[in-house]
C-alpha cells in the first residue's frame, strides 16, 4: 500500500480492552488467507494494516469477531484546511451524477470543532461538483457518506468502509467449547459461541448425504471464522425422528460424552429462552451439570438479531429455515427417553476428519467423510 492509505479497523465495544489480542488475530488471519503486508499498527484505540492489497485484506479481516467497522482510508496530518481539502478530493472522485452525499466527521479535532469541517467540506463539495449535479443530503437520506475520523496526530478520510461482525475477540476466552451443528439454528448457536469469545470444537450431526451436503456448506462458511488454518471436525451419523426436544437432549448426551473424552469442560447448548420452555432448558442444565461439565446458551437473549447473525456469514438463503423452526411449538411434553445403545452406537461410528481451509473445502470434506462411511 502507497500514499499513506491504510485499512483501518476500529474494535467493537467489547474489544476495546482486548486491543493487542485483536491486532494479533489480524496478523494470524492475513497470514492464514497469504494476504501480504507490511505491518500492523494502532493510532489510540484505531488499528492500521498496511496491506498490498487493500481491497482482499479488508475482506479477509472482515471475518474477524471484535470489530464494529472497517475502512479504506488516506491518513493525513489533523489539520483543519488539510481534512476539508482531502474530504473534497475524495468525494469528489467517488460522487456520481445527481448523487446526494452525506459528510460525517467524527473523532478528536484540534483547535475546531469536527461540526465546522462537515459543514465547510459539505460547501467545498458542493461547489467541486456542480458539473455533476452532486447536493448534500442527510444522514437519514444520502447516496454516499463521506467518513473521516479524526486523532490526536492524524485524520481518516474513508474512500471505502464496511461494516464488522461486532462481538469481542476471537478466543479472547481462552477456553474451548463443544457445539453441535445439525441445523441451521445450531449453526447460529455455534456462530454466537464464536463470536463471544470460545475456540470451538464442532461436532457435525447428520442424516443422510442430502442433509450432510447442507451441513458442509454451512460449515464453509463458519469454519474462516475459526481462526484455524485447519480443525477436526467430528462427524456423526443419526438417525432421529421428528421430535425436536428428543433430538436435542440425543445429540447433548453424545457431545457431552465426545467432551467429556477430550477434557473439554464446556458445551454449547442450541436453544433459547425466547422459545424452549425453561423446564426443559433446566433439565438440560442439570444434566450436564452432572456430568462434571458446565453448560453455555449462547443464544440467551437474542430475538430478532438472529437474523443479522446468519446474514453476517453469509446464511441468507437460509433464513425462512430458520424462521420456520422459530414457529415450532415445543413443549415439555415432547420429551423422549434417551436410548444408551443409540448413543453408543453413534459414538463407534464417529469419524474425526482434518479439515483445512481452502477453496475446495467443500469437496474435500465430503469425500473423506463419504469415503470412511
Not at 491504510?6 to 492475513?30: H, T
Not at 468502509?161 to 439454528?185: A, H, M, P, R, W
Not at 437473549?301 to 453469509?314: H, L
Not at 477453496?359 to 470434506?365: A, E, F, G, Y
Amino acid at each position: 500500500m502507497s500514499n499513506n492509505t491504510y485499512i483501518v479497523i476500529f474494535p467493537s465495544i467489547f474489544a476495546e480492552n482486548k486491543i493487542a489480542l485483536l491486532m494479533a488475530n489480524i496478523k494470524k488471519i492475513l497470514k492464514n488467507h497469504n494476504e501480504n503486508f507490511t505491518k500492523v499498527s494502532r493510532d489510540g484505540k484505531l488499528i492500521l494494516v498496511d496491506a498490498n492489497d487493500p481491497v482482499l485484506a479488508s475482506s479477509t479481516i472482515g471475518l474477524l469477531f471484535g470489530i464494529k467497522k472497517i475502512v479504506i482510508a488516506k491518513q493525513i496530518q489533523n489539520d483543519f484546511k488539510s481534512v476539508v481539502e482531502e474530504i473534497t478530493r475524495v468525494g469528489s472522485s467517488l460522487l456520481l451524477k445527481g448523487e446526494k452525499f452525506y459528510v460525517n466527521v467524527e473523532g478528536v479535532s484540534k483547535g475546531y470543532m469536527v461540526k465546522d469541517v462537515e459543514l465547510s467540506a459539505t460547501s467545498s463539495l458542493i461547489d467541486k461538483n456542480k458539473k455533476v449535479n452532486a447536493s448534500p443530503g442527510t444522514k437519514e437520506n444520502h447516496d454516499k457518506l463521506l467518513f473521516t475520523y479524526i486523532t490526536k496526530l492524524n485524520a481518516y478520510v474513508s474512500m471505502f468502509d464496511d461494516k464488522g461482525l461486532g462481538g469481542t475477540v476471537n478466543n479472547s476466552q481462552n477456553e474451548k467449547i463443544i457445539c453441535g451443528i445439525s441445523d441451521e439454528f445450531s449453526a447460529i448457536a455455534c456462530l454466537e459461541t464464536i463470536k463471544q469469545g470460545f475456540e470451538v470444537k464442532i461436532v457435525i450431526f447428520y442424516k443422510n448425504h442430502s442433509d450432510l451436503v447442507n451441513l458442509v456448506k454451512i460449515l464453509n462458511k463458519i469454519i474462516p471464522r475459526t481462526l484455524q488454518v485447519q480443525s477436526e471436525i467430528d462427524f456423526c451419523k443419526v438417525d432421529v425422528n421428528n421430535n425436536l426436544i428428543s433430538k436435542i437432549f440425543l445429540l447433548t448426551e453424545v457431545l457431552s460424552k465426545i467432551a467429556l473424552n477430550e477434557k473439554i469442560s464446556l458445551i454449547s447448548l442450541s436453544l433459547s429462552p425466547l422459545m424452549f420452555p425453561s423446564s426443559i432448558i433446566k433439565k438440560l442444565q442439570a444434566h450436564v451439570f452432572e456430568l462434571g461439565l458446565t453448560p453455555t446458551i449462547p443464544l440467551s437473549g437474542i430475538d430478532s438479531e438472529i437474523f443479522e447473525n446468519a446474514k453476517e456469514i453469509g446464511l441468507e438463503k437460509y433464513i425462512s429455515k430458520i424462521e420456520k423452526f422459530l414457529q415450532i411449538k415445543i413443549t415439555h411434553k415432547q420429551e423422549g427417553k434417551i436410548s444408551k445403545k443409540k448413543i453408543d452406537n453413534i459414538l463407534a461410528n464417529k469419524k474425526a476428519i482434518i479439515v483445512k481451509f481452502s477453496p475446495n473445502m467443500v469437496h474435500d470434506i465430503l469425500d473423506s467423510v463419504e469415503s470412511k462411511h
